[in-house]
């Protein structure tokens, strides 16, 4: 795994393995940091010709509704443009996050996205799928 891009409240880096960008936060985000470690990671996604997304979102916290807004109508369709084509999301059971996911989970029709308990787990789904796309 590659480091990418190092801020004090996140992560982003390129898996190999799972052909994919993984945004890992370390602590609370804000608006203006959550558009700068999307923004560099979907420019990462398209760098490395990535087609799976990573968040762990486990330390991020709440992310506000002009945030996740943002994400569900700008980021994703800019990161499905250059080939996004499965995220995996790290989650706890808080019920903040788990309305975030599910607004962005319809957002994609469903159709592209999982949630897990373990960075283990997302990745392997990940690699799955991943390894599906390459024999279709």
Not at 14 to 22: L, P, R, V, Y
Not at 48 to 56: C, N, Q, R
Not at 101 to 130: C, Q
């Amino acid at each position: 795994m590659k480091l990418l891009f190092e801020h004090d409240k996140a992560d982003l880096y390129f898996n190999q393995e799972t052909n994919s960008i993984e945004l890992i936060w370390k602590k609370y985000q804000d608006a203006d940091t959550y558009k700068l470690l999307f923004t560099k990671g979907i420019e990462f996604l398209k760098d490395f010709g990535a087609t799976g997304w990573l968040s762990d979102i486990r330390k991020e916290g709440v992310v506000g509704p002009s945030s996740s807004r943002w994400l569900q109508d700008e980021a994703i369709p800019k990161a499905i443009g250059y080939g996004l084509s499965r995220i995996a999301v790290v989650m706890d059971s808080d019920i903040f996050k788990q309305v975030y996911v599910g607004s962005i989970n319809k957002k994609t029709e469903n159709k592209m996205m999982n949630h897990f308990d373990s960075l283990e787990n997302a990745r392997d789904w990940l690699a799955l799928s991943n390894t599906t796309l390459e024999n279709a």
